[in-house]
T-cell receptor
Framework: KQEVTQIPAALSVPEGENLVLNCSFT??????LQWFRQDPGKGLTSLLL?????REQTSGRLNASLDKSSGRSTLYIAASQPGDSATYLC????????????FGSGTRLQVQP | DTAVSQTPKYLVTQMGNDKSIKCEQN?????MYWYKQDSKKFLKIMFS???????INETVPNRFSPKSPDKAHLNLHINSLELGDSAVYFC??????????????FGPGTRLTVT
């Protein structure tokens, strides 16, 4: 059974700092990995999707990497801003054709102005 | 031009009642999902449909019955509501099972409170 863990559970940084959020999964037979952002009381916004054959994806100040063999992904946020404050969720889609995401419990990020 | 929409956004009801949550996507996707986010913010798959056909039923109680009248809609009906059903329910969609990308797009969620 796939388990997804995110560390740390919460993180507070001053504005402008670069930061890394970690995601690990127990079963490396994944099809893809998706990073989401969730603002309080809101839905999930897809940030980046990495296919299992890819090593990284970039979108603006965000860079997500994937090491499938070791069961790890990182989300790098450059030059953090107060508007980046949210909960960041990592989710994996198993290579079983089920197309259902298994989520981590999230990292709650607070960027202090 | 909301991609995935859900109604209602909030739902407060008493134990034992029956309620429905509606979901619609205008992305032309073939696959739709229901996820449940519990009080600890943990998200878990409940159901998925592909072209109106049930693909995943993740050991959800029979009181929960999804219905897909067409591939743009996936509704969730809940019978005999219990206190433990209180949660936020998210609808999502993605391209079909043979697509090259399975990026999932989520709706805004429906916060269900059972009293």
């Amino acid at each position: 059974k796939q388990e997804v863990t995110q560390i740390p559970a919460a993180l507070s940084v001053p504005e402008g700092e670069n930061l890394v959020l970690n995601c690990s999964f127990t079963d490396s037979a994944i099809y893809n990995l998706q990073w989401f952002r969730q603002d309080p009381g809101k839905g999930l916004t897809s940030l980046l999707l990495i296919q299992s054959s890819q090593r990284e994806q970039t979108s603006g100040r965000l860079n997500a990497s994937l090491d499938k063999s070791s069961g790890r992904s990182t989300l790098y946020i450059a030059a953090s801003q107060p508007g980046d404050s949210a909960t960041y969720l990592c989710a994996v889609d198993m290579d079983t054709g089920r197309r259902a995401l298994t989520f981590g419990s999230g990292t709650r990020l607070q960027v202090q102005p | 031009d909301t991609a995935v929409s859900q109604t209602p956004k909030y739902l407060v009801t008493q134990m034992g009642n029956d309620k429905s949550i509606k979901c619609e996507q205008n992305l032309g996707h073939d696959t739709m999902y229901w996820y449940k986010q519990d009080s600890k913010k943990f998200l878990k798959i409940m159901f998925s449909y592909n072209n109106k056909e049930l693909i995943i039923n993740e050991t959800v109680p029979n009181r929960f019955s999804p219905k897909s009248p067409d591939k743009a809609h996936l509704n969730l009906h809940i019978n005999s509501l219990e206190l433990g059903d209180s949660a936020v329910y998210f609808c999502a969609s993605s391209q079909g099972l043979q697509a090259s990308s399975y990026e999932q797009y989520f709706g805004p969620g429906t916060r269900l409170t059972v009293t």
